[in-house]
């Protein structure tokens, strides 16, 4: 019930039946657009592989809490899947891809996917993405809480402006890594580092 902005990115003379990536930007569900920090990223998947690439701009945080990003990511996902011939793609040929917060959005679009009976998902692609909730924290956010690129309280302040409530955290639509069953995903590749 709500338009959605979306970039769709073409290699050169591409023609037609290309698989087609739906992409969400990191940010930390506060930050970010398809202008941002994925342009870059989205113009690199398309030109190596060959492939088109829907970005979307999906509703951030605080303004827009816990579900919307999840629900406008899944939108895009099914319209991406009913218009993908006019788009120029093969709709056996879906992924969802992200980078952090996007990781996230890419990895419950895909559970939303299966658990609704949306749009048939060949694979996900999740760039170091986010899938649990930081408390209580794990042994490795313990010892790298501090001195890397983000620290342990700015997790906690991204999920802060997120959810509505910490209580939250334990829907796998937030959280992905507490869905009680992974089986019936299309095959992930994630990268971490």
């Not at 996902?77 to 959005?105: M, T």
């Not at 042994?139 to 790298?144: C, G, H, I, L, V």
Request: net charge neutral; charged share 20%; glycine share 10%.
């Amino acid at each position: 019930g709500r338009r959605l902005r979306v970039r769709l990115y073409a290699p050169p003379d591409a023609g037609t039946g290309l698989p087609l990536l739906v992409l969400f930007h990191g940010g930390g569900f506060v930050f970010g657009s398809i202008e941002g920090n994925y342009d870059h990223a989205s113009r690199v998947l398309c030109a190596r592989a060959q492939c088109l690439v829907l970005s979307v701009e999906y509703r951030l945080a605080p303004e827009d809490k816990f579900p919307a990003a999840t629900d406008d990511a899944y939108a895009a996902l099914q319209w991406a899947a009913l218009h993908a011939g006019e788009l120029g793609a093969d709709a056996d040929r879906l992924f969802v891809v992200g980078g952090s917060a996007g990781g996230n959005l890419a990895a419950v679009t895909a559970l939303r996917a299966r658990d609704e009976h949306g749009p048939r998902l060949r694979g996900q692609v999740l760039f170091y993405p986010v899938t649990d909730f930081p408390d209580p924290p794990t042994a490795s956010a313990r010892e790298f809480a501090q001195g890397y690129y983000l620290t342990q309280a700015d997790m906690r302040w991204f999920w802060a402006q997120y959810l509505h409530d910490p209580a939250q955290a334990a829907h796998p639509y937030a959280a992905p890594l507490r869905a009680p069953s992974l089986r019936g995903l299309p095959p992930a590749l994630v990268i971490t580092a």
